[in-house]
């Protein structure tokens, strides 16, 4: 009687913090609550310990149930007031309208966009496996947490969540648990319109061990799946019935997906529930629940406590080993340092070589490719390939699933301790633009590996070929974008990923790049002057990336010789370049010298902040065309002999102008 008391109040305090911002999603709220409950009920988890290494998690997938989250996190103990709970959704707030981590005490993982979070609960899961490879012991059984998902028919229909959902299976993660709020119904009402699969013979067709309730309002039917789901060996999928906005005038209807209920509303599934109580009122007997619950809870987590204490005192080195996977990779640079190569190479060589390098001392690196090693470059080669036979593997075979790939890396990052890698074609990072999106939101350190990144793809077409993709992560927020020209750039690229908490792209040449000497220490800022101008009047600046900086010397050089005096500044990182001070930002690109010339086999819109109204860009802004790397260079009039006609005429047109840009 009490926990039915308890879960009623939980759905009336979910609806009170819905209804007072007028804003939010009583549809979940009301229908799911049970299910959540029996998670909080299942989970080794406590508020005293909410960041501890050796949790469970939990992934609210359907990120839009997060006034049910919140109140339940409130009612354990977690950091959220009262007060926080009627700021719901509210500038400056905590609980925000979907669930941010790092916002909100207790939150796993940020969610919203609906099937991410599928994905990021098999990164937890994957993450788990390859601790408890390194870690667990005969007598300490170190790392063995479980991970819980609430998704629902949304998430299902995702693409994303079915290229996750078939990686899990494939790799046996058994310490899996989905639980699939089945109400049947979307925003735009039931689903018998849009979505008719077998999702049971489906997911048995993916490897899932799958269980069914019937009842979506028992607890303790749902706990009693959750409790034979942890005896399989294979990752598990509990299918619960449910009635959308149970116990409110619309139950069962489409329209309380997304509607505040009124007064009116309230009142009556007040009376359905037998919840007499005024707006956000915590009855006796729920608080009363819910301390039984947190003392429980907290005892349990004791012995997980008392077991990292045991292995701290058993397993020094181990233990010390563990410490050193959450350090700053303060030695990184260092590392670096005494690696040299000289020779002219493609950037993804490069790349590959300073991964190896880097691996052998830092364990916590892992991470895969979709299906393109052997042309990205991204792999450890004696790391081994991690699944059901060696979960030490550093090596994720993704198979063909970028989309999953990001938001499976973004869950190895928020497990903690472990610096995930993802790689494949640049064209191709579009179908796993939202994930990388959420590594920059959420402040990730996922290293993104993208090579292939420009027209210089050639015979293989437009399709391969990227244009807009470097100004597309350019212009997302919290995220540097790194396209090196040599070994010093990529190893600058390396460094920053290792020694930063947000995710990196690095943007790889295919072909082979002439030698270009620099260091690493320059190209940490950015931009650089990679090539000084002769004494005397600064003509012009050339500003090149990757593999175009090669042309910007060679046109330098032919410039001198026709007696205009230009320098060449090498831009791996414009996000890093940005946060230099003025001062620098002067030195390498002079307010005083208007005649400043962009040269990039990519889009022309990052450019014009450093080139201005008067300046200019040799750029690529159309798709390109199937043919070789040379003749798409020629067409596009990326040439050394452009760079220089285009770089005097705009002198010339220049002679008497002045333009701050800084």
Not at 170 to 193: C, V
Not at 219 to 238: H, L, R
Request: glycine share 8%; with cysteine; aromatic share 10%.
């Amino acid at each position: 009687m009490k926990e039915t008391i308890a879960i009623n109040n939980l759905r009336t305090l979910a609806c009170d913090m819905i209804s007072n911002v007028k804003s939010g999603h009583p549809g979940i709220a009301l229908g799911a609550t049970p299910i959540y409950l029996a998670i909080l009920k299942s989970m080794k988890s406590s508020a005293k310990h909410s960041n501890h290494i050796l949790r469970d998690r939990f992934v609210l997938s359907a990120g839009h149930g997060s006034s049910m989250l919140y109140a339940g996190l409130h009612l354990l103990g977690y950091n959220i007031t009262m007060d926080d709970l009627k700021k719901f959704r509210q500038m400056g707030s905590i609980t925000t309208g979907h669930p941010e981590v790092n916002v909100c005490d207790g939150v796993d993982v940020s969610t919203g966009p609906l099937g991410q979070g599928v994905a990021n609960a098999v990164g937890f899961a994957v993450a788990e496996k390859y601790m408890a490879s390194n870690f667990n012991k005969p007598d300490c059984n170190l790392f063995d947490n479980y991970t819980f998902c609430l998704l629902g028919d949304g998430c299902l229909m995702e693409g994303i969540a079915n290229e996750a959902l078939s990686f899990a299976g494939t790799n046996k993660l058994n310490k899996l648990i989905f639980l699939y709020d089945f109400n049947a119904i979307t925003i735009d009402g039931s689903i018998s319109q849009t979505f008719n699969q077998n999702t049971i013979e489906v997911l048995k067709g993916y490897g899932f061990n799958v269980l069914e309730v019937e009842n979506g309002n028992s607890v303790s039917e749902i706990e009693k799946a959750i409790n034979k789901a942890k005896e399989s060996d294979k990752p598990n999928f509990i299918i619960v019935n449910t009635l959308i906005g149970f116990g409110s005038p619309y139950e069962g209807q489409a329209k309380i997906h997304g509607n505040p209920l009124k007064e009116e509303g309230l009142k009556s599934l007040r009376e359905n529930l037998k919840i007499n109580t005024k707006p956000f009122e915590i009855l006796p007997e729920t608080k009363e629940y819910f301390d039984e619950l947190k003392e429980t809870k907290e005892k349990v987590f004791e012995d997980v406590v008392n077991k990292l204490k045991y292995y701290k005192k058993h397993y020094k080195k181990e233990y010390k080993q563990l410490l050193s996977f959450f350090e700053n990779n303060s030695k990184v640079e260092e590392e670096l340092e005494n690696l040299v190569f000289d020779k002219d190479a493609s950037t993804r060589n490069l790349s590959s070589i300073v991964l190896n390098h880097i691996s052998k001392n830092h364990l916590n690196i892992i991470g895969g490719t979709a299906d393109v090693s052997a042309s990205t470059k991204a792999y450890i080669n004696d790391g081994g390939n991690f699944g059901p036979n060696l979960y030490s593997g550093r090596n994720i075979l993704y198979g063909v699933r970028e989309h999953a790939m990001g938001a499976i890396s973004n869950g190895i990052a928020l497990y903690g301790g472990l610096r995930p890698f993802a790689s494949t074609f640049f064209a191709f990072s579009d179908y796993m633009k939202n994930a990388v999106r959420m590594s920059a939101l959420m402040n990730l350190p996922v290293l993104y590996i993208f090579s292939h990144d420009s027209i210089a793809v050639g015979e293989d077409g437009p399709t391969h070929q990227s244009v807009e993709q470097l100004v597309q992560f350019r212009a997302m927020p919290n995220i540097n974008v790194f396209r090196p020209c040599n070994m010093e750039e990529t190893k600058a690229g390396y460094l920053v990923s290792l020694t930063t908490q947000k995710p990196l792209i690095l943007a790889l040449s295919r072909q082979v790049l002439p030698y270009v000497q620099s260091t690493m220490q320059n190209a940490m800022k950015g931009g650089y002057i990679i090539s000084k101008e002769n004494m005397g009047e600064l003509h012009s600046v050339l500003i090149a990336t990757g593999s175009e900086v090669h042309l910007a010397l060679d046109a330098q050089k032919v410039l001198f010789e026709k007696g205009y005096n230009v320098r060449v500044v090498s831009m791996p990182c414009m996000e890093i370049f940005d946060e230099q001070t003025d001062k620098y930002k002067n030195k390498v690109i002079p307010r005083n010298c208007v005649s400043r010339i962009a040269i990039e086999a990519g889009s022309e819109l990052s450019w014009f902040k450093y080139v201005g109204l008067n300046g200019d860009t040799i750029t690529v802004n159309s798709f390109g065309f199937s043919a070789r790397e040379q003749d798409l260079y020629n067409h596009f009039n990326i040439t050394v002999e452009n760079i220089v006609n285009v770089t005097i005429k705009n002198i010339k047109k220049n002679k008497t102008k002045t333009l701050s840009i800084f």
